[in-house]
């Protein structure tokens, strides 16, 4: 059985940091392409990066700068750093890894994220 399980988030201040993780069980992130979206109440979930299996990302151009996805294959886990929140970047943060055999979309749970003063 797979699992991708987040933790991490909360509530930061303007300008804060936070770090959420996401651990797999049952997949390897290494040959899996890894992303992380997020969704605002009432706004279409966004993209916020993508890691390739080569290692290469891709960013959001609303975080680019300020987040910064990492891997731990030892761990099997993936991080998101957050860095110079902003309000904008409350939403539910959510992990998700994509696999070729088979082809597959995983989920996390979900991870609120709250940025205020």
């Known amino acids: 059985q797979v699992q991708l399980v987040q933790s991490g988030g909360g509530l930061a201040q303007p300008g804060g940091s936070l770090r959420l993780s996401c651990v797999a069980s049952?997949?390897?992130?290494?040959?899996?392409?890894v992303a992380w979206y997020r969704q605002a109440p009432g706004k279409e979930r966004e993209l916020v990066v993508l890691?390739?299996?080569?290692?290469?990302?891709k960013y959001g151009d609303s975080v680019k700068g300020r987040f910064t996805i990492s891997g731990d294959n030892s761990q099997n886990t993936v991080y998101l750093q957050m860095n110079s929140l902003k309000p904008e970047d409350t939403a539910v943060y959510y992990c998700?890894?994509?696999?070729?055999?088979?082809?597959?979309?995983?989920w996390g749970q979900g991870t609120q994220v709250t940025v205020s003063p």
């Open positions: 998700t890894a994509r696999t070729d055999a088979p082809l597959h979309t995983y």
């Open positions: 049952g997949i390897f992130f290494r040959n899996s392409i």
């Open positions: 890691l390739f299996s080569d290692g290469s990302t």
